[in-house]
């Protein structure tokens, strides 16, 4: 996912637009530079990642790298069953976001437990990312968030369509580029 740091170097450089201010985002609190950038919309996203030179990952691709290739329900493999010590998500116990009341995005990578096979963090929980798959006049997102229950949040299979414009707190990005051979 990528970060409330890492998105503002973009926007002093001129090359994202400045994200919604608001109590729930993440952007104006100088103690969440490393939690994951969320109220953006869907073109600020595409800013971000053509910065970088990387683009957003389609629909499949984001399903492929969570389910290793649809083999794992949960990113990090079929069991256990999701929890706080796997996914930022609402859970009985500790509450929403993991006990993380206020808008509960927990810092970027905060459970190792539950990466991906190509050790990526976040795929599952702390905020629904992005894509570029489009159905009619709506996008893609994946994945789900602090806001969801159990497996709901943390499945492999979670997407979801939004109109472009739409930003929410549970609601950030993730870019990826060709690697080579």
Known sequence: EVTVAQYAACVNTGACTSANYRSDCNYEDSQRQDHPM???????????CSWVGARLPSADEWRAESSNNGAR?????NSPEASCDYCVMQD????HGCG?????????????LGKSVSALCNLGGNVTE??????????????????????YACSSNSCYKRETSATFWWLGFRCVRATRP
């Not at 993380?100 to 190792?112: H, Y």
Request: proline share 5%; with cysteine.
């Open 38 to 48: 969320n109220c953006v919309n869907w073109s600020g996203a595409n800013e971000f």
């Open 100 to 112: 993380m009341f206020n808008f509960g995005t927990w810092p970027v990578c905060s459970k190792p």
């Open 73 to 77: 329900i949960f990113p990090w493999g």
């Open 92 to 95: 009985d116990i500790a509450g």
């Open 130 to 151: 992005w894509t570029t798959t489009a159905a009619g006049n709506e996008i893609y997102h994946c994945g789900g968030s602090a806001d969801g229950d159990g497996g």
